[in-house]
Every structure is written in structure tokens, then in C-alpha cells.
């Protein structure tokens, strides 16, 4: 017994235990890294402190790895304390990416897909994901809307897609597709990595609904080791840093004695006052009433953990920001709770679920009606800056009324109230709960095939709750509605059900083949009611007197739609020693928004990638670590049209269609205001994408290339339909028209410096994107769009964007400006008025209205007569490139980030310079930009601005037409790193960040507390 057992316990006394330390070059310890022993299973990883223990035999090599930084071999010696010090590599190819069911090495892609480098990500302060996207990826556009608080960014990836239909990218959260990004409800602290998904080789996996792209988010979750607290905060203020620049006293009094003489002589100058008295009158300008520094501040908080069985996190967040609009801000109060426990050897089954409850408040800065002297920042800025002197006003304090008593004097469409006292007085707020849940099991059934079932439910509570009381524009006495306010909620709910079976085979060790299936089925149920009231009788009452009005002067809204979707996949992937990269999927997506017969969609892609760094006659090019060319095609769908657009459509709620009979009471009538379409089908995008991807000098040094041609066919249109068709004003869904976007991505990521005392990491990317419309609608060869802009009723009829066959998406179109009509272009006639020459052009006005000073057009066709026929292509919105520039540096405990974003040669419409530089309305209360006191006048012949009341017809044109080029300062983040007693103390680092993003300021003092005192990523 003895002998048989003596070898054992002379092994096992061979063993012993070794610890140590992970730190990163900065002396930060590194939480979740990998220790292993070469050539064993032996494993362990480090906790919150960097430190590990494991068991491990005289004389083996402990491999020490972590995402993001160089593997590190550490050969075991007599010593039982190892103090190891990884370094950060750029784009390392070992970074693990999400790429739709499964994850992959990034050195095995096959198809395009980009990473946000979520270190520098973590550094702006933000409170969405949406908001810190710009200039991170190569090929993603990021577009604010409105600005105002709690608005999510509009995100296009490789150009749009669709015409006529939205173009934003389809959203998978933690394994979860939806249309919608649910940025409010998610916490940036929570998110682990946001991986992109552009050419259709790698959306094809997501078959009907991937064709403008995916983009992955995968939340945080519990890691091995002892559980972690830890606190990320911040406080910021942001303000406007420069205001609009208006007439002041002087300026605006002069403008009125040129655009009404009346008006000027008998309120301005009355009592003998002059024009020169207004020199010194004090300006009022109400954007200082209005704007407001604004505060932002956020706070994380989250609890993580496990052990080999079961993983942990717990995490919360509180976002308040108030706008620099007064009364305007977001809330946001959000929790996450994730699990994930192995049960035995074979079983693992997980649950992730996030509630957040959103409030946004305030009055809407957008145009919310078709007027435009509705709207919050056109009452601001026309805001007269002074009263008269001594005329009928001159007692009257403007910052005090609500109705300024000159709008009397001269309407033209002026539905203006004191927007100080609209703001205070009106409630408008927005209160969102949401709910998502994921739940998975999986199950392997033999070594090398999984079985995973997975369902989730995204539920939404939209409650809008809206009141305007007598001190409103829109409930003042002025406005027929009266007080008014309404009720509405919008439940929405999204459920998923997903079962895969994935199989994984290696042999021979060169040979790996991955194939899963998958079946999946989507339902979408949403629904809207509104109670909402005019002339209520108590407005003290609030909303909860809106049930007191009169019976005839309320309304409901009751509605409900939904959409249901079954899909099935298949996708293998092979490799032959990582050197020979083969991927091919296939699709099948069937859709309730389609009627029998076009309800499947079939969306295949194959993509194949060759490392010839791995070839022998790349052996001895030492400087080149790995280099990869991938080619891929596919085929992806887009459905987004409405629930039931293949079937005609219905409006009962008209009472101008209702009828009676034989005088008895009225009965509901329908008209009929679209025409179904049993043809309609899914829209497909196909797209070839050929990339380069290179790494040098052992990966310091990162290059990747993207060059693709992305056609989008069967066009989801919403057309004009033909009045053959007997439906007054029909449009309806048909799949026609064909668009083409084609372009270059390159993105380069380099460690120029890492020392011990200085460190410089850089990233820096840029896209180059065009598209051309292929072919429209049958004998279509354009379509305008953008008609009843919120200007004037005079430009209701008027469309400032088209779209041509042969030419890019969306440009703008109208007259081209061609300055100031000067005296020379006039014939003096007897009674010493002035008569345009025969020989030149007019401006779409009578040859015999158009005066000296008036505004001028280039007459492109030659007739003399400047009308629609000249209305050109004048701009296009669409940049020539855009990019972003990211740098981190670090030296000693000190660390800058510095992100740079910029778009180039897209130009936009300053819709502003219609109303506010002697624009179309001619009103004489209507105050201007500072920029049009140098407009045209007998004594200054001005040919960049036209004289007062010299505009002439409504018209776009290209005056306004700006360059939308810029580069933006997005992030700026210094922060240090405690040591000494202080990091003792308080177990972490206590930091001040200077942030620098455009139009904002943000100065955030931040304590961050943590139980393990890691430096916290935030």
C-alpha cells in the first residue's frame, strides 16, 4: 500500500502555491485576469486588487492575459510572490467581438465589424450611449436632433438606405433585437462593449431587419472573485457660449422706418422723439431671460461578484440634468440586476433584467405645429428689444406682458406671447417606464454540441401629460382652443423567443468548424389613448380639471396595431489554422406586415478571409505582426413599413365623412385614403465589402481598410399614387426604386509611447461615403420633399430637397441667390420711379414691383423671367468625409484623453435667414439678427443683403446655404491618480476631469469610491 502510494504524494509535495500582483504600466491593478499554466487547464484570475493565487509545479510558465493588453508568459521559479505588469495594445487582435448568436476573435473576422473603445468611451460624460458614439467608428454617423434633454441621436451607419423609410440601425441589447435604441433606459456605466456590424456578410445573421446595420451592446456582468463596490460620479454644468446676436434698440427702430414707415413715425417717433434718442435705450434681449446655465450630474453604483459557480451584478443609476432652457431637463432613475450560475457540468442557465423610469420636462423647442412663430426660440429671438420713446407703448414693460400690445398693430401670422411667461407657465412632461428582461439556459449536450434557449420581454409605458393654461401661447385667449390640456399613453411591449443549437468541432489542431442554427419568433404589440380638452373652465384645477369641459369640446383617441415575425438561420464558419477564414449564413425571416405569398424574406451572405502573414514567404518580414484581407457578400432586409400597409386603409374619425338618414342623427362614414398593395414585399439590401486588416510591430501599430458597394433594391416607397385611383391626395407602399451608397472606411490605432512614465496610445478613423439614386417609381425621375416647413403659409406649397436619379439623396434645391438689385439695373423713368431694364432677369416678382434693393436670382434657363424653371440643385447635406481622432496620453499619475470629431463638405439650410434677415414675413415687430442691420439701403449699396421688405416672393434659395463643415472638440479629460495615504484612505482615486464638448463646458470634481480601490472606468 505504502509503495503504491508513495508517487502520488511525491507529486503531490511537488506542487506549491504562488501569488501575486497584475498591474497595468500606470501601477493600476488589474481586476479579471487570466492566469493560467502553459500547456494545463489550471486556471485563475485575479481579483479587485489584482491579485491571484494558484497551485502550480516547480519549473512551468504561468500565462497571464487580459483583454486589451500583450499576453505575458512568467516562467515559475523558487519564488512564491510574482508581480507581473501588462502593457495596453492597440486594436489587439485577441479582443473578443460580438458578431450576432456568438462571439469571435477579432484576428478571425471575416466580415466588417467595428469597436468602440470603451475606455476612452467611459470618459465622457453623458447620459446616453447614443451621445458618445461620434467619431468612434469608422463609417457611424451620429446626429443630434433638437438638443433638448433626454432626445436620443440619430445614428446612420455606411450612408441611408431607404428613401422614404427610417434608416436608423437595428439595436441587440444583451441578445435582444429591437427598432429601438432604448438609450434613455440604459446606463453608459452598464455597458461592457458596443460592437458594429456594417457590411451585410456579418448583418445577414440578422436577415430582415439588419440593412442599415446592427449595432451590439453587451451589458456588464459578474466576474469571478470577491465582490466589488464600486461608485462612479460626476457633476457638470454646460451653457450656451454664445448667444444669437440681435438688432438692439437703435437698429430694430431704424429697421421698422424702412419696413413700415407708418408704424415708425407714429409709435417710434412720436412726441418728437428721434431716431438718434434710441442710441442709448437699453436693449432687451430675452435669450438672457430664458437660457440658463444648465446642470448635469450622474451617479453609478454597482455591486459585482462571484465564484466559479455563480456570477453576480447589482447596479443603479440616478441621472438629473437640468437644460439651459429654463424649466427643461431629464431624469433618469435605473436598475440592473444580472445572474448567471452554472448548475453542473453541463447545464448554465442566466437572467438579465434593467428597469428605468424617465421623466422629461419642459416646453418643446421644435416646431410642434405648422406655424413657426409658435415655436419657443422664434418668439425669442423676434422679441422687440425696446418700446417707444414716447409714442402709445412707451409706458409698457415688455419682460412683464404677456402680449406685447404692437403685434396688434401689424398680425402677419404673429401668434407670439412673452415666451419668458410661456415657458414658466406651460407643462409638458414625458414620463417613460421600461422594462427588459432576458432569460437564457443552455445546454451541452455532448462536448462539442450546445443547446441554448433564450426569451425575453421589452415592455414600454409612455405617459404624456400636457397643459396649457391662460398664460400660454396655446391656451391664451388668442388661440381658439382656449386652456386646453390632454392625457395619453402608449404601452408598447416586444416579446422574443430564441432556440440555437450550436456545434463546435476541432481537429488535427489546424482544423476549427463552428455551425449554428437558429430558430427565433418576435411579436410587437403597441397601442395610444388620449383624452385631451379645450376650453377648460378652471385652469387651477391643472390636468385634473381637463374632464370639466364641455362635452364638445373634448376628444379620444383609442388605437392598437402590432406585427408578429418567425425566423430560422444557419451559419458555419471553418478556419485552417486561422490562416484560411470561411463564414457563410442564410436567412429566413417571415413577416405579418406582408400579405400571403411576399411574407418570407431569404437573406444569404458568405464572406472569406486569408492571413497571409502566415504564409512562408511572409516569414521573414518581421515588422508586419499579422495581416488579413477579407472579401464578403450579402443579402439583408428592411420591413419597416406600417403593420398592415399591404392593406387599404381607412379613416373613420373625419366628421366631415360622417352622414345622416332621413334626418335622423349622425353616423359614422369612413373614406378610404390609401390603396392597399397584396404585392408588397420585403426591401433587400445586398453590399460586397473587401477589407484589409494589418498589424506591426508586435500589434503597436493597427490598420484597418473597408472598401464597399452597398445596393438597396425593391424600395419600401411611400409614392404618390395616381388620381386614377380615386382617392383624394392617396400615397401608398410600393417596391420600386433602387439606391446605391459606396465607400472607404480606414481606421489606424497606434501605442506611439509606453514607458513607465509616459504613455501615448492613439486612434484615428475616416469615412468616405456616396450614394446615387438608381431609378424611382415608374417614370419618376425625382421626388421633392420637405413641403410645409415651419416658416410661412406662403412656403407650405414649396420643397427645399430633392432627390434625382443619377444623384446623391436629399440635396437641396431652389433659386440660385445672385445678390442685390443695384440702381444700375434700372431704367430712371419721367416720374423719377424706377423700371427694371428689359434686358435683366426679374426675381419671380412683376418687372414693374421689383425696386432697388430687392433680392436677385441667376435666371439658369435664359428667358429673362426668374420662376420654378430655374429652381436648381443648390447643396447637398451629405459630407465628403467624416472621422474622428482620439489620443490618450499618461505620464506618471496623470492622464489626458483628447477626442477630436469632424464631418466635411456637407452643407446645411439656415432656415433661420428666412425670418430673422428681412425674411418673408415683413414684420414690424419682429426683431432681426444683427447680421441684416447691413442690409441694402440707398446709402449703402449692400450686395449681400437685401433692403427691408425686399425679399420679394417666397423662396428657397441658396443664400441661405451654409458649409455644415466642422470639427468638434468632443472630449477633453484630465484626470489624476491618487497615491499615498489619500489612495489608502479612501481605497481609490479621487479625481478632477475638465470636459470640452461643443456648445457645453463641463468641469466635474469627482470622488469615486470603490471597495477594492481599482481605478473605475466611468
Known sequence: MWILLFPLFLFAQQKKTVSGTVKAKDGTPLPGVTVMVKNEKTGAHTDGNGRFTISVNPGATLVFSFVGFGKIEQPVDNRTEYNVQMSEQAGTLNDVVVVGYATQQRKDLTGAVGSVNMKDFAKAPVKSFDEALAGRVAGVAVASNDGQPGSISNIVIRGAGSITQDNSPLYVIDGFPTESSNANAISPGDIESIDVLKDASATAIYGARGSNGVILITTKKGKTGAPQVTYNGYYGWQQVPNKIPLMNAYEFVQYVGDVNPSIYDSVYLAGGAKLEDYRNKESIDMQDFVYRVGQNQNHDIAVRGGNDKTRYSLSGNFNNQKGIIINGGFKRYQGRFSLDQTVNSKLKVGINANYAYNETYGIPVSATNFYASATTLYSVWGFRPTTSIAGRDSSVNLVDEFYDPGNELANNQDYRVNPLQN???????????????????????????????????????????????????????????????????????????????????????????????????????????????????????????????????????????????????????????????????????????????????????????????????????????????????????????????????????????????GNGPLSIGSVMISSGNADLR??????????????????????????????????????????????????????????????????????????????????????????????????????????????????????????????????????????????????????????????????????????????????????????????????????????????????????????????????????????????????????????????????????????????????????????????????????????????ETCEDKECAYLRCCPKHLYMDEVLRYGSRGERQAW
Open 423 to 661: 415657458i414658466q407657465n406651460q407643462y409638458t412632461m414625458n414620463k417613460v417606464n421600461n422594462l427588459f428582461a432576458n432569460a437564457y439556459a443552455e445546454y451541452a449536450i455532448t462536448n462539442g454540441l450546445t443547446l441554448r434557449i433564450a426569451g425575453g420581454i421589452n415592455t414600454v409605458n409612455t405617459e404624456i401629460n400636457i397643459f396649457n393654461n391662460s398664460k400660454t401661447q396655446s391656451g391664451s385667449k388668442w388661440n381658439a382652443n382656449g386652456v386646453n390640456g390632454s392625457v395619453e399613453t402608449k404601452p408598447t411591449s416586444l416579446w422574443r423567443s430564441e432556440n440555437s443549437l450550436t456545434y463546435r468541432k476541432s481537429w488535427n489542431k489546424l482544423h476549427n468548424l463552428t455551425v449554428l442554427g437558429v430558430l427565433e419568433a418576435q411579436g410587437y404589440k403597441n397601442s395610444q389613448r388620449r383624452f385631451s380638452a379645450n376650453q377648460i373652465p378652471n385652469e387651477d384645477l391643472g390636468l385634473d380639471g381637463i374632464d370639466l369641459a364641455a362635452p364638445a369640446n373634448t376628444s379620444l383617441l383609442s388605437l392598437s396595431s402590432g406585427w408578429t415575425m418567425a425566423s430560422g438561420a444557419l451559419r458555419v464558419n471553418y478556419d485552417y489554422n486561422s490562416k484560411y477564414l470561411f463564414s457563410a449564413s442564410v436567412r429566413a425571416d417571415g413577416s405579418s406586415k406582408f400579405a400571403a405569398g411576399n411574407k418570407w424574406g431569404y437573406f444569404p451572405s458568405a464572406s472569406a478571409a486569408w492571413r497571409f502573414s502566415s504564409e512562408e514567404f511572409m516569414k521573414n518580414v518581421s515588422f508586419i505582426s499579422d495581416a488579413k484581407i477579407r472579401l464578403g457578400y450579402g443579402a439583408s432586409g428592411n420591413n419597416r413599413v406600417g403593420d398592415f400597409a399591404y392593406l387599404s386603409q381607412l379613416q373613420l374619425t373625419s366628421n366631415q365623412y360622417w352622414y345622416s338618414v
Open 682 to 983: 420585403w426591401e433587400t439590401n445586398e453590399q460586397t465589402n473587401i477589407g484589409l486588416d494589418m498589424a506591426f510591430l508586435k500589434n503597436r501599430l493597427t490598420l484597418t481598410v473597408d472598401a464597399y458597394l452597398r445596393t438597396t433594391k425593391d424600395l419600401l416607397l411611400n409614392a404618390a399614387l395616381p388620381y386614377a385611383h380615386g382617392i383624394e391626395s392617396a400615397q401608398g407602399f410600393k417596391n420600386v426604386g433602387q439606391l446605391q451608397n459606396k465607400g472607404l472606411e480606414i481606421t489606424v490605432a497606434g501605442v506611439i509611447a509606453d514607458t513607465r512614465e509616459f504613455g501615448w496610445n492613439s486612434s484615428f478613423n475616416i469615412s468616405f461615403n456616396n450614394n446615387k439614386i438608381q431609378s424611382l417609381a415608374e417614370g419618376q425621375q425625382s421626388i421633392l420633399s420637405g413641403s410645409g416647413t415651419f416658416f410661412n403659409t406662403t412656403y407650405s406649397g414649396l420643397f427645399p430637397y430633392i432627390s434625382v436619379i443619377g444623384r446623391p439623396l436629399g440635396e437641396m434645391y431652389g433659386l440660385v441667390f445672385d445678390g442685390v438689385y443695384q440702381y444700375s439695373d434700372f431704367d430712371v423713368m419721367p416720374n423719377n420711379t424706377y423700371l427694371l431694364k428689359p434686358d435683366v432677369p426679374t426675381n419671380g416678382a412683376a418687372r414693374n414691383a421689383i425696386r432697388p434693393g430687392d433680392i436677385k436670382y441667376k435666371d439658369l434657363n435664359g428667358d429673362l423671367q426668374v420662376n420654378n424653371q430655374d429652381y436648381t440643385i443648390i447643396g447637398s447635406g451629405l459630407p465628403k468625409h467624416t472621422g474622428g481622432f482620439s489620443n490618450d496620453f499618461r505620464y506618471r499619475n496623470f492622464d489626458l484623453n483628447v477626442l477630436l470629431q469632424w464631418s466635411y463638405g456637407n452643407d446645411i439650410i439656415n432656415a433661420n435667414r428666412y425670418v430673422f434677415e428681412g425674411g418673408i414675413v415683413n414684420n414690424p415687430n419682429l426683431n432681426q439678427f444683427a447680421s441684416y442691420a447691413k442690409r441694402w439701403t440707398p446709402t449703402n449699396p449692400s450686395n449681400a443683403m437685401f433692403r427691408a421688405g425686399g425679399m420679394g416672393n417666397a423662396a428657397y434659395s441658396s443664400r441661405v446655404i451654409e458649409d455644415g463643415s466642422y470639427l468638434k472638440l468632443r472630449t477633453v479629460s484630465p484626470g489624476v491618480q491618487c497615491a499615498g495615504r489619500i489612495a
